[in-house]
Nanobody, 123 residues
Framework: QLQASGGGLVQAGGSLRLSCAAS????????MAWFRQHPGKERDFVAG????????RYADSVKGRFTVSRDNVNNTLYLQMNSLKPDDTAVYYC??????????????????WGQGTQVTVSS
């Protein structure tokens, strides 16, 4: 239902754009978010967007560098990542919250998850 893509290897200071194609039960009225997981650690919130696109939320560590957006016509979520740092290296997951009234940072709140895409930033 969620298919993430766009990860890869990039040098520090570079950019990547992640995409997440939604289908099936993940409707255009779901709030959506990106999480990331460093090896051996929990999955952390990165950025999220309301189903209308009018509200966004970011982790402090990515504010000013990452931009979350969505295309409800094509049911696709994006994460534009600029000024990447080695600490951004992680597996990135997209997620959908089918019933939330606001963009939640808690992973337990999300119903649907993509398979993850690896982002590696070299120094």
């Amino acid at each position: 239902q969620l298919q993430a893509s766009g990860g890869g290897l990039v040098q520090a200071g570079g950019s990547l754009r992640l995409s997440c194609a939604a289908s099936g039960r993940t409707s255009r009225t779901s709030n959506m978010a990106w999480f990331r997981q460093h090896p051996g650690k929990e999955r952390d919130f990165v950025a999220g967007i309301s189903w209308t696109g009018s509200s966004t939320r970011y982790a402090d560590s990515v504010k000013g560098r990452f931009t979350v957006s969505r295309d409800n016509v094509n049911n696709t979520l994006y994460l534009q990542m600029n000024s990447l740092k080695p600490d951004d290296t992680a597996v990135y997951y997209c997620a959908a919250d089918r019933s939330g009234r606001f963009v939640d940072t808690r992973s337990a709140r999300y119903d649907d998850w993509g398979q993850g895409t690896q982002v590696t930033v070299s120094s």
